[in-house]
């Protein structure tokens, strides 16, 4: 018998983590986050990192594991997330997946193997180089031109993925795209109940400019000069957080604090807008929008109805 997953994910500001803690005291689970930042300790405002009393007693794994110094990806988020559901498991609790980061979400849903990649450290150097001396635009038209479908889904400014998906095609002769479409056909081994919280665009983005300068009315500069102190200009995961980010352009001069609190805003509109087009590519999601279940607990409610069916589809 299938063991039981449930997953909360959606864009961000959408209210992931409210539900999550709701559904967890109602089902007996504990939440492990699928965020790919929210695992740097000290990167809280920036993050809006979920707090012990926002927790209310419901036990979280992935959160303040790592320094920011530390690098995070896929591999190490499914190793991680195995690692509790064990524990839930063996408990006698249901695991909820909350974050999104549909990356990761997809690679543990689905029981994607991403393999060990054999690296070719001269070809890797050749290709950041390139990025260097030429632009990050220029080492995305190479991507555009062996994988189109890649490049049109891989921003030019995450150059790790750009070479990532580059090196794939060298090593394999295919494109990484066919690759992960092929991925994306897998059933998942766990009785899932994926869930995707979504709403009105406007008041989404309304709500995304809201927590921005409720972020920074709570001290979020200086906690992100704090973190640019600890890493600099190193090329690591915790750099390239939204907000993070254009906040250390600002502390390097090359814009005014106006400046970079509007790309904060404008560049987490667009993650949101992404992360909902990376969900609607599985089959299994449930959609719960949030204008027909405009309250937490009526989401609360619907999600247990899902739950206890053996077809929630």
Known sequence: MKKKLMIIAGPTAVGKSECSIQLAKKINASV????????YRGMDIGTAKITKQ????????????????ENYDVTEFVDMAHKAMDEIYADGQVPIICGGTGFYIQALAYDIDFGDEEVDTEYRSQLQEYAISNGQEALHEKLGEVDPESAGSIPAGNVKRVIRALEYYKNHGEKISSHNAAERQKTSPYDLRFFVLTDDRQKLYDRIDTRVDQMMSEGFLAEAERIYHIIGDKDCTAAKAIGYRELFTYFRGECTLDEAVT??????????????????RYPDVIWIDRQKYPTTEEIVEYMIKKYTLANPA
Do not use: N
């Not at 492990?32 to 695992?39: G, K, N, P, R």
């Not at 790309?263 to 609607?280: G, M, N, S, V």
């Open 54 to 69: 926002e927790m209310q007693g419901v036990r979280h794994f992935g959160i303040d594991i790592l320094d920011p110094t």
């Open 263 to 280: 790309k904060i805003k404008q560049d987490t509109r667009h993650f949101a807008k992404r992360q909902l087009t990376w969900f609607r």
């Open 32 to 39: 492990i986050s699928a965020d790919s930042m929210q695992v």
